[in-house]
Nanobody, 126 residues
Framework: QVPLVESGGGLVQAGGSLRLSCAASGRTFSTYGVGWFRQVPGKEREFVAA????????YYADSVKGRFTISRDNAKNTVYLQMNSLKPEDTAVYSCAAGALLSDSSYYRRERYAYWGQGTQVTVSS
């Protein structure tokens, strides 16, 4: 088990910034790839960004490239999602997820992640 807890969500105006955190417990966090996904009511959960175990590679959805940055600090067992230039369409519940044995293409697939946090609400007003 890899318990994950997200924080940092909130209400922000369009054009503003937020930084989400995904904190994990346990000594094996550095052996997991981590992704961020988001979901709005009535729609499927969609991929936002992901980072490899070492942090050496990152992946982004086209809709957030150039605006969002994912990073991790394995010493703190934490992954971050820096979100800049936020738009109303970024409004969603954001969840982090951890998975083992992830490869390039599988980072984008939610079914490849075994452990999920409960999510944090991000609301961007126009």
């Amino acid at each position: 088990q890899v318990p994950l807890v997200e924080s940092g969500g909130g209400l922000v105006q369009a054009g503003g910034s937020l930084r989400l955190s995904c904190a994990a417990s346990g000594r094996t966090f550095s052996t997991y790839g981590v992704g961020w996904f988001r979901q709005v009511p009535g729609k499927e959960r969609e991929f936002v960004a992901a980072i490899t175990r070492s942090g050496g590679s990152t992946y982004y959805a086209d809709s957030v490239k150039g605006r969002f940055t994912i990073s991790r600090d394995n010493a703190k067992n934490t992954v971050y999602l820096q979100m800049n230039s936020l738009k109303p369409e970024d409004t969603a519940v954001y969840s982090c997820a951890a998975g083992a044995l992830l490869s390039d293409s599988s980072y984008y697939r939610r079914e490849r992640y075994a452990y999920w946090g409960q999510g944090t609400q991000v609301t961007v007003s126009s």
